[in-house]
């Protein structure tokens, strides 16, 4: 068991509201510069201002939506399995992709839920894979006795 995090409905909370910080920063400076760009000459710095304050709250809360999901769901999946490993994570993605799409029928459900667990075994598998290379840097080495070195000469 992780305890490094805080229980799990605190940390759907702090998972929401982080989400939707990184979704409103994201968004700020994609729409900043789209409104840039997407404005006439005089009217660039305005533009910009527009479409920072329309667009960028609803990307923000977009993304709040998915991380207060997805962590909602990583807290039951726990909870049930009595397991911390990666499947907790493919399981919530599958369960969050499926309820985000709910609105649009069975398979929009089927296909944004299989699509979603996809995407978080790749996140997984990579990190993984990334530990297990970095864990490679800090092997320690049985040192070589001196009897041995001088046998080897």
């Known amino acids: 068991m992780d305890h490094s995090r805080d229980p799990c409905p605190w940390v ?38 527009t479409s920072l304050k329309a667009r960028a709250p609803v990307l923000g809360g977009n993304f709040g939506v998915w991380g207060g999901l997805y962590s909602t769901f990583d807290c ?29 029928g069975a398979r929009a459900m089927r296909n944004n839920a299989i699509g979603c667990a996809v995407l978080l075994a790749v996140i997984e598998g990579v990190g993984i894979a990334f530990s297990r290379m970095m864990a490679e840097n800090t092997r320690l080495e049985v040192p070589i006795h001196p009897s041995e070195k001088a046998a080897a000469s």
């Open 12 to 49: 759907t909370v702090s998972d929401f509201g982080g989400a939707f910080c990184m979704g409103s920063i994201g968004g700020a400076i994609w729409h900043g510069i789209k409104g840039f760009r997407n404005s006439p000459r005089g009217e660039r710095r305005i533009g910009a201002i």
């Open 76 to 104: 039951a999946v726990k909870g049930i399995r009595q397991k911390e490993d990666p499947w907790n994570a493919i399981i919530s993605g599958f369960f969050t992709g499926g309820a985000l799409a709910v609105r649009g």
